[in-house]
């Protein structure tokens, strides 16, 4: 993250507002804030505003000046609103899941404040930037944002974690290579390691390594590595794995951050590969520790895998109550608000979907047909259709 703090500068910004601040149409996009830390007036006319390295003329704002001192925030709503005598919206949106993000001098060359190649992924309400420590700024997080006035408080930021590759394709029994980058924020990365458990068994730790030994392809290019044994994979039972990177100063970074005890995910995973599985249908894979409580109304949380994701920590509920004296019983899936179930690649990803028994159907069409049969004739309908089930292995 670089920046010239004798130039106007982005001190603060959100990318993830569902109810901090609201805009003058009582919506509640990101927002970035712009500070002049200057002792004379800044006038922003030509300034641009950009979260694409490749287009960095991509949002310009009017004629607005910056008295010394002051901040301005600009509503990162897509709205692309550049009144000077109104609220300034960018024609672009912020991903919470981190992007680059800069502001750029009306050269439309000469980046002045930039967050490269992305910044961190955000936190819901939450934002990110500058913080006064000593004499020094570092890049923090603030549980309590402040847009429009002096950053205070706030949560210095680790590493920046990104995942190479959170769905790889399903692995057979062996050892799994495991890589993630890791950059630095306000200093330098000193330790990265992976914790990884079988099922539900106990974690294990692996230090991870950037010296392009012990499977890490180039050594000092950021990406760290690591091997998982392959007495941690068995046909048809899940891995799972998480990182902690630590800087310097021995602030630490997890990935996936787990903010939210009952509405994220702590863990990737994936699922080798059975053989001994043959089916012509789609396989879904369950997994809970404890199945009696999955089957009740209370529910029990566990995993899935399907269709080369991996989805942890979803919670698993009886589905009504014509099922609870079956066998097969049917359930409710509830996934996180980090990680929706995607179940078609063509269609938006779903909060939660049910499982329904046919135990009681012998002919194992009847949901699938009836919902067919609406959708045909013009009703809403849910999506339906037959998967095959393995649950804990």
Do not use: C
Request: hydrophobic share 40%; proline share 6%; charged share 20%.
């Amino acid at each position: 993250m670089t920046g010239s703090f004798a130039a106007p500068r982005i001190s603060e910004f959100m990318a993830a507002n569902v109810s901090r601040l609201a805009d003058e149409d009582g919506d509640f996009p990101d927002w970035i804030e712009v500070h002049n830390p200057d002792n004379v007036a800044v006038l922003l006319a030509g300034y641009h505003l950009t979260d694409d390295a490749a287009n960095l003329d991509k949002w310009t704002f009017p004629a607005v000046n910056l008295n010394p001192g002051a901040t301005l925030v600009v509503f990162a709503s897509g709205k692309n609103r550049t009144d000077p005598a109104a609220r300034l919206h960018t024609n672009f949106r912020l991903s919470a899941d981190g992007e680059y993000l800069a502001l750029v001098a009306p050269d439309g060359v000469t980046v002045v404040s930039a967050f490269a190649p992305s910044y961190p992924a955000q936190f819901q309400n939450a934002s990110f930037g500058l913080a006064p420590l000593a004499d020094d700024l570092v890049w923090s997080f603030f549980s309590i944002p402040t847009p429009g006035k002096p950053n205070k408080g706030g949560t210095r930021a680790g590493p920046i974690i990104s995942v190479v590759e959170k769905n790889s394709t399903q692995p057979e029994v062996g050892p799994l290579t495991v890589a993630v980058v890791v950059r630095p924020t306000n200093e330098p990365v000193a330790t990265v390691n992976l914790y990884y458990r079988k099922m539900f068994g106990k974690e294990i730790m692996l230090p991870m390594n950037d010296n392009g030994k012990g499977g890490d392809a180039a050594g000092n290019d950021g990406v760290w590595t690591a091997v998982i044994p392959g007495a941690a994979l068995a046909p048809g039972e899940m891995t799972r794995w998480r990182f902690v990177a630590a800087d310097r100063d021995g602030t630490k970074t997890k990935e996936p951050a787990y903010r939210a005890r009952l509405d994220s995910h702590k863990y990737f995973g994936t699922v080798a590969r059975d053989s001994g599985i043959r089916s012509s249908l789609s396989v879904l894979h369950w997994f809970t520790r404890n199945v009696s409580a999955a089957g009740s109304s209370s529910g029990s949380r566990g995993a899935v895998y399907y269709n080369g994701e991996f989805y942890d920590n979803v919670l698993f509920r009886r589905h009504g109550q014509s099922s609870a004296g079956f066998p097969k019983k049917s359930y409710n899936i509830d996934f996180n608000r980090t990680q929706r179930f995607r179940w078609n690649a063509n269609a938006p990803r779903v909060a939660d979907i049910d499982l329904i028994t046919n135990w009681a159907d012998k002919s194992k069409v009847r949901h699938v047909l009836a919902y067919e049969v609406m959708r045909e004739a013009g009703v809403a309908a849910h999506f339906a259709y037959t998967v095959r089930v393995q649950h804990n292995g």
